[in-house]
């Protein structure tokens, strides 16, 4: 039997270290993982959303933790009536406290479940499933598709307030309160620095094994008509706690604290700065989760498997 994973937020390749994994886990690690769906199943596409308050990550965690995956492979086999768990895979792994409302995932279920349950596996999943997970959409996947490795981008948005009197009760589960005045244009000129594709180490937690070179696409602050400012952060794939670094890095600039070139160099030394804090979960969102057309699925998939590095003469321009 296979012990449950250890929630992490990584979305790039899977680390080489020690600690639990999955059956699926364990076959990345050795190459056994391929494009294609075992003869006699069907690969299932599930859209997803979720409060993180209550649950410990997205991934199955040893010690019966309440996590995201667990309640939904719970309830797969209870409405299938299956003797076997069937494993889903995920866009995004989120931490503990961090919400979704635009999660992806697959699973692989024999022909025969599929064609039996299909047309009523939603509703009877909503009726299984706690309120503050809610699967909108069940559909047999295009040839090729991997809800992780098939991602081109994930798109985050972290939301903060500096209102002097705190955080609107009825939102206090998702907007962070900041207590100083934050200076928006100096957030977004400090984000223009850290875009592109880089080694984003100091805003990362180390994994071994695993690459921490990403490309940021986009990194934007707006105010909202409410008051709340909320970061867009969308790149083709997260390293551990690295959305929530590079908030904190924007508050400490945002407040004051630190120049609009700070971050910048703090990326461009490469290791972790202990000034950077990591925010707290419940301001963060995974929004949305971007593929290719459908043709190019398979060929991503098997791109996003590579290790990356970085083109010979550094990390790339920063600040």
């Known amino acids: 039997m296979w012990a449950g994973a250890t929630a992490t937020a990584t ?19 050795i190459g056994r993982v391929s494009d ?9 596409r599930l859209d997803l959303s979720y409060d993180g308050r209550d649950f410990h990550g997205w991934a199955k965690q040893a010690g019966g933790q309440r996590t995201v995956q667990g309640e939904i492979e719970d309830a797969l086999r209870t409405v299938t009536r299956s003797p076997r768990t069937y494993e889903l895979t995920v866009a995004g ?14 699973v692989d279920l024999p022909q025969d479940v599929w064609a039996e349950h299909r047309d009523k596996l939603l509703r009877r999943l909503a ?8 699967i909108w959409r069940v559909a047999e996947a295009p040839a090729g598709f ?14 903060v ?6 955080v609107d009760p009825l939102l206090r589960g998702h907007v962070l309160w900041h207590d100083w005045p934050l200076d928006l244009d100096a957030m977004n000129a400090a984000a223009e620095r850290l875009l592109g594709e880089h080694d984003f180490a100091a805003y990362c937690k180390k994994r071994d094994g695993a690459t921490t070179i990403r490309t940021l696409q986009e990194l934007r602050w707006e105010r909202l008509p409410s008051g709340v400012l909320e970061a867009t952060v969308r790149a083709d794939a997260f390293c551990h706690n690295m959305v929530r670094s590079l908030v904190g890095a924007m508050l400490f600039v945002g407040d004051g604290h630190r120049p609009v070139e700070w971050p910048g160099k703090v990326l461009a030394a490469g290791v972790r700065d202990s000034a950077v804090h990591v925010v707290r979960p419940h301001g963060l969102t995974l929004e949305e989760v971007g593929y290719p057309a459908d043709e190019l699925l398979a060929a991503r998939n098997r791109e996003a498997r590579n290790k990356r590095s970085l083109p010979a003469g550094g990390r790339g321009g920063c600040c």
């Open 161 to 166: 307030t500096d209102a002097p009197g705190g």
């Open 93 to 106: 792994r989120t931490d503990a406290g961090v919400h979704a409302r635009g999660q992806v995932a697959h």
């Open 146 to 159: 991997n809800a992780r490795f098939s991602a081109i981008w994930r798109r985050y948005a972290y939301r």
């Open 36 to 44: 294609e769906v075992e003869p006699g199943f069907v690969r299932v």
């Open 11 to 29: 979305d790039g390749p899977v680390p080489l270290g020690g600690g639990p994994v999955s059956r699926t886990q364990h076959l990345e690690r």
């Open 127 to 134: 009726g299984r499933l706690a309120h503050d997970v809610r």
